[in-house]
């Protein structure tokens, strides 16, 4: 059975870093393209970054330069760096894992989900 598990959300002040994991289990990720969404309260799930199983990452705008998520292989672990933290990044954040090598933007086409990590920023 495929489980992927988050960790590493907490609270932390506006400017300030944190970083996510996601560790799978199950299943070797390594061929798979994995990404990171995120959901505050009362708005949709929305995309943040995603790697591709060659390694190729890409970020919405509004995290561009702040963000970098990297992968683990022989860990099965992605993860997400966050700096130059805002209020605005609050939200609930998924890991999930697409069943091929390509990212994309879409939620839709993930098939695996992590149970989310609050990351909480106060200003």
């Known amino acids: 059975q495929v489980q992927l598990v988050e960790s590493g959300g907490g609270l932390v002040q506006a400017g300030g870093s944190l970083r996510v994991s996601c560790t799978a289990s199950g299943r070797t990720f390594s061929s798979y393209a994995m990404a990171w969404f995120r959901q505050a309260p009362g708005k949709q799930r929305e995309f943040v970054a995603a790697i591709s199983s060659g390694g190729s990452t890409y970020y919405v705008n509004s995290v561009k330069g702040r963000f970098t998520i990297s992968k683990d292989n022989a860990k099965n672990t992605v993860y997400l760096q966050m700096n130059s933290l805002k209020p605005e990044d609050t939200a609930a954040y998924y890991c999930?894992?697409?069943?091929?090598?390509?990212?994309?933007?879409?939620?839709?086409?993930?098939?695996?989900w992590g149970q989310g990590t609050l990351v909480t920023v106060s200003s």
């Open positions: 999930a894992v697409k069943d091929s090598g390509i990212y994309s933007a879409s939620p839709l086409v993930y098939k695996y």
